[in-house]
């Protein structure tokens, strides 16, 4: 296997400099021809989301398939002017100077995706690779085996090993993997890890692109439509199980509206994810990735029921399906595990607050997370959340929809990450950014040029024109 990856490896080093000069046509012909594979595959790639995650198909499609469908769509549809060089505005410096910024590909790229939504956080940023003018080499999650797989067969079909190769493998894999000096490296997976991503990146000085996760807050106040909230907040929580890095994390509402939220949240959670005789919907309802995390779910419950905690919702676990049902906790103490690390699964604790300045106290006790959820009527309550915290990215009164605009950047801040995806961000994110000044013939450059007797008269010029 090391023989391959450093064939592998050293056949995209002499390659991607053919490929940093490839034209806007062709690289739109490599993303339809991605585009092409994963419609010819689509059926597959269905069927290893439902094995690996029980997905349903329109679940699949709406956010792994569809979603990178869309991606790739519009990168087509932009990357022509994402490729032209910005023309930027003269300094006195260089008054007779063209200044531009060239978009140049960084080289030879690492994409690490996760289990979780281990189809589109593998293609997602490999799209702006591939726009960007790059070679790429993937290592998708062995927890997702059946999906890993299928991505190597979408691979295989559309490109060269020269172009982009995917690796399927353990923990070993990305450890010789991040051995290599990639030009850029591009980790979707826990904050734990990526700082291992990073200290190896470090030892190449390769830039990263790390996307986290954390406990995502979601501030309700006393003017929100709680049913509406309720709804809202129940389909971002248990879309493939709460096994989402944006998933609101926990609640912070007023202590009047705990008892009518939860009540809205039982029904929509019933109306959501259940059969009429009251037991879960399967086809509906994601499984828990495997035995590990299921019982490091379970483990987050029963801590918090031991230390106080309150169920107002589920408790039901089944270990033989890797279901843990939709759980609500209350009066949460401090000193609970599940409030000191990220859920990333279907249990939502509620925590009450007396004032908006309390609720956005205990979110800034907290790493900054990857989102922040606010529903509210009032705008005053909204700015307030907004100016006084700090998430990757937020949305009011609605969760989850940011991460679908391609318009939008998407990525974390310190704890839940750094830099940004998607659209013209991913394409920046695997680009260089390079200045290019362009001087004139016919430029006064020379009159700051020794010797500097009797030139006072240069500086008060310039003094002038700043």
């Given at each position: 296997m090391i023989q391959t990856i450093n064939s592998v490896f050293k056949a995209q080093q002499a390659h991607k400099y053919t490929l940093r000069?490839?034209?806007?046509?062709q690289r739109i012909n490599k993303l339809s021809a991605l585009k092409a594979s994963i419609e010819k595959f689509e059926k597959e790639i269905y069927a290893a989301l439902k094995s690996d995650l029980r997905k349903s198909e329109f679940e699949s499609a709406i956010t792994e398939v569809i979603f990178i469908y869309s991606e790739i769509d519009f990168a087509i549809k932009n990357l022509s002017s994402w490729m032209e060089p910005l023309s930027v505005g003269k300094t006195i410096t260089g008054l007779m100077a063209k200044?531009?910024?060239y978009y140049e590909p960084k080289g030879v790229c690492l994409i690490i995706a996760p289990w979780n939504y281990p189809f589109?956080?593998?293609?997602?940023?490999?799209i702006?690779?591939?726009?960007?003018?790059?070679c790429v080499i993937l290592k998708p999650s062995e927890l997702s085996s059946e999906t890993s797989s299928i991505i190597c067969r979408v691979i295989d079909d559309c490109f060269t090993e020269e172009e982009v190769c995917c690796f399927e493998g353990d923990a070993s894999l990305s450890g010789i993997l991040l051995s290599l000096p990639f030009d850029h490296i591009f980790f979707t997976g826990s904050t734990a890890i990526g700082k291992v991503v990073m200290e190896a990146a470090s030892k190449n000085l390769s830039s990263v692109t790390l996307e986290l996760g954390g406990k995502s807050p979601t501030i309700i106040d006393e003017t929100a439509d709680l049913k509406q909230a309720a709804a809202k907040i129940a389909w971002g929580k248990l879309t493939n199980a709460?096994?989402?890095c944006i998933a609101p994390d926990y609640i912070l509402l007023p202590v009047a509206s705990q008892e009518e939220f939860i009540r809205h949240y039982r029904d929509a959670v019933k109306r959501m994810f259940f059969l009429g005789n009251g037991e879960i919907d399967l086809s509906s309802y994601a499984k828990i990735i495997n035995k590990k995390h299921f019982n490091r779910i379970a483990g987050l419950i029963a801590d918090a029921l031991d230390k106080g905690a309150a169920l107002a919702l589920g408790g039901e676990n089944d270990f033989l399906n890797h279901t843990i049902h939709p759980t609500l906790l209350t009066n949460l103490p401090e000193h609970a595990e599940?409030?000191?690390?990220?859920?990333?699964?279907?249990?939502l604790p509620l925590i009450t607050y007396k004032s908006i300045e309390e609720a956005i106290e205990i979110v800034n006790k907290m790493s900054k997370p990857l989102a922040l959820y606010i529903f509210s009527r009032n705008k005053k309550t909204i700015h307030q959340?907004?100016?006084?915290?700090?998430?990757?990215?937020?949305?009011?009164?609605?969760?989850?929809?940011?991460i679908s605009n391609p318009k939008l950047p998407f990525g974390g801040v310190n704890g839940s990450g750094m830099g940004s995806c998607h659209g013209q961000f991913g394409f920046k994110t695997f680009s260089h950014e390079r200045a290019v000044?362009?001087?004139?013939?016919?430029?006064?450059?020379?009159?700051?040029y020794p010797p500097y007797e009797k030139k006072g008269w240069v500086l008060k010029w310039l003094r002038k024109l700043m």
């Open positions: 000069n490839t034209n806007v046509t200044n531009r910024i589109q956080l593998m293609m997602a940023p490999l702006s690779a591939v726009a960007a003018g790059n709460g096994q989402t599940i409030m000191k690390e990220e859920i990333f699964g279907p249990v959340v907004i100016k006084n915290t700090s998430s990757g990215g937020a949305c009011v009164n609605d969760v989850l929809i940011h000044v362009f001087q004139s013939s016919m430029d006064m450059s020379h009159i700051i």
